[in-house]
């Protein structure tokens, strides 16, 4: 399967904007084998990877939660607390340890108000990281369950 890079903030965003966000960021480390969020729970933060890996996952009754994707450096953990009712659609697992700069999702939501253009960029970042983990989403199911699989060459 061929991939693209999700959209990174330092790619997306105007530097102007960049920096204002990161003037409410803070800097954490979860251990591998945490739990950074369940599906259904309060998005109220966003974080984006320094070093390490967290899975995204989904639910699936009877079995254990299903992997839906591997974010890596500089990508976007959570975008859901950008959209109500700021509830986590998957949960995120810290799959080795990782650092990460994190966000209070207030903040950077009142951020956005006050500041229309750097709302706009950002729901811009955030609506390109969604369309390409659809994209993704999309690919890997028809790999699973497709006949002849998603037809990407690999």
Request: charged share 20%.
């Amino acid at each position: 399967m061929i991939t693209t890079p999700t959209p990174s903030m330092l790619r997306a965003l105007p530097a102007e904007h960049r920096h204002r966000l990161m003037r409410v960021a803070r800097e954490v480390s979860f251990p591998q084998g945490t739990r950074l969020f369940e599906e259904g729970s309060c998005a109220d933060r966003f974080w984006i990877i320094r070093t390490g890996t967290v899975e995204l996952d989904l639910r699936v009754p009877g079995r254990r939660p299903a992997v839906i994707e591997t974010l890596r450096h500089n990508e976007l953990v959570g975008w859901s607390w950008l959209f109500t009712p700021h509830t986590w659609h998957l949960g995120a697992e810290a799959t080795s340890p990782v650092r990460a700069y994190e966000f209070d999702a207030t903040a950077v939501r009142l951020l956005c108000q006050e500041d229309p253009a750097m709302g706009s960029a950002v729901a811009r970042w955030v609506g390109d990281v969604l369309a390409h983990r659809l994209h993704s989403a999309r690919i890997r199911l028809l790999d699973l369950y497709a006949p002849y699989g998603s037809g990407s060459i690999v």
